[in-house]
Structures are given as C-alpha cells and as structure tokens.
T-cell receptor, first 113, second 109 residues
Framework: DAGVIQSPRHEVTEMGQEVTLRCKPI?????LFWYRQTMMRGLELLIY????????DSGMPEDRFSAKMPNASFSTLKIQPSEPRDSAVYFC???????????FGQGTRLTVV | GESVGLHLPTLSVQEGDNSIINCAYS??????FIWYKQESGKGPQFIID?????DKRQGQRVTVLLNKTVKHLSLQIAATQPGDSAVYFC????????FGSGTKLNVKP
C-alpha cells in the first residue's frame, strides 16, 4: 500500500476562497482523522470518522470547516470561506481498530493570503 | 496574557550518546500510548507503542517506559544518530488520540 495519500501537497489561496483538502486512507483502515498543525497550537485533532461516520467533530474550529467521508477510500476537509488564520499544515491519518498506531499522510501546507 | 505560541522543548545530545525524551499525559483512563517522530516537512511516523498493562517496551534502539502512577511516559534512544534529529510526540488514546506538544531533538555530530 502506498500509505495515506493527501492532495494537494501545497495550496495557496486568497482569503474568502473555498479550499478543499483530500485524503485517501490506507485500504482496510476503519478510522480516519484530520489534524491541523501550527506553531501556535501544535497538532490539533479536528474530526475523526469510524466506518465513514463522523464520530467527534468537537475540534472543528467553526462552521467554516466541514469534513465528509463519502466512502471508505476518500475524505475531504473543506474550508469556506478561508481566512489567513487557517494557514497551517493539515494532516490526514488512518488506523485499523481503535488501539493501534495511526499512519499519517505527508500533509497539505495551506497558505491563505 | 499575550500568546506567543508553543514553546517547543529542545534536547541537544552528542552523536552516540543516549537520549531521553519525557512526556506527561493527562487522562488516567488512557490505555494506549504511542511515540511518533516527525521530520521536517513530513507527517508524524510511528516509533513504538505501549499498552497500559505494561511498564516497559523495547524496540530497535528505542525503549518506552510508562509510569501510570504519575502519568508519565519516556522515550529512550540508544546511541543517538544524526538521523534521529526530529520532533518527537507522545500520544495517548482514550476514545481519541491526544497529542502532546512535542520535543525537538538536536543531534550534534
């Protein structure tokens, strides 16, 4: 397996634009996590899914953020409208079972200008 | 007060020496713990894990120690190499994964 695949690797967008980040988890994994990493706040869990169902979205900062998982092999994190303070590296991770290690993607570096 | 961002603890060690990175976790009900290594420009990568029914677990050049009494984890790296330079995170799992702020390890040649 190629691991967790995220796209794009880098995204630069203007304030107010919609941004969509994509993630393909490892085949067979039943949990998917979205994290945001910044120097200010470290690695924050935004939302996670189990069997494609959102379980906990308490980390989603505000209504501008939304995440979907239409099937077991694909998830999106959308920010609409984007703001400069959303600039961060966004990671997707997947695991099999509840108590196993998470495999992270390479991340998407988002810059909102 | 003014927020100045996370102060990332930094550990500097000489190549060949042993490194010990510490982590305090928050939830006494957490039953699974992981150490991750994050190199610049990459996502965190799994190093070693330990379950709450164990106190110690060894891997290749790495050892994790768990002290449930004081909610403390440590990662020991033997014979530290330049390739070990990275940020190290501990994570605890209680319903979901909680990450610590990380420790930066600098290995001096």
């Amino acid at each position: 397996d190629a691991g967790v695949i995220q796209s794009p690797r880098h995204e630069v967008t203007e304030m107010g634009q919609e941004v969509t980040l994509r993630c393909k988890p490892i085949s067979g994994h039943d949990y998917l996590f979205w994290y945001r990493q910044t120097m200010m706040r470290g690695l924050e869990l935004l939302i996670y899914f189990n069997n494609n169902v959102p379980i906990d979205d308490s980390g989603m900062p505000e209504d501008r953020f939304s995440a979907k998982m239409p099937n077991a092999s694909f998830s999106t994190l959308k920010i609409q409208p984007s703001e400069p303070r959303d600039s961060a590296v966004y990671f997707c991770a997947s695991i099999w079972g509840a108590n196993t290690e998470a495999f992270f993607g390479q991340g998407t570096r988002l810059t909102v200008v | 007060g003014e927020s100045v961002g996370l102060h990332l603890p930094t550990l500097s060690v000489q190549e060949g020496d042993n490194s010990i990175i510490n982590c305090a976790y928050s939830n006494s009900a957490s039953d699974y713990f992981i150490w991750y290594k994050q190199e610049s420009g990459k996502g965190p990568q799994f190093i070693i894990d330990i379950r709450s029914n164990m106190d110690k677990r060894q891997g290749q050049r790495v050892t994790v120690l768990l002290n449930k009494t004081v909610k403390h984890l440590s990662l020991q790296i033997a014979a530290t190499q330049p390739g070990d330079s990275a940020v190290y995170f501990c994570a605890e799992n209680f319903n979901k994964f909680y990450f610590g702020s990380g420790t930066k390890l600098n290995v001096k040649p």
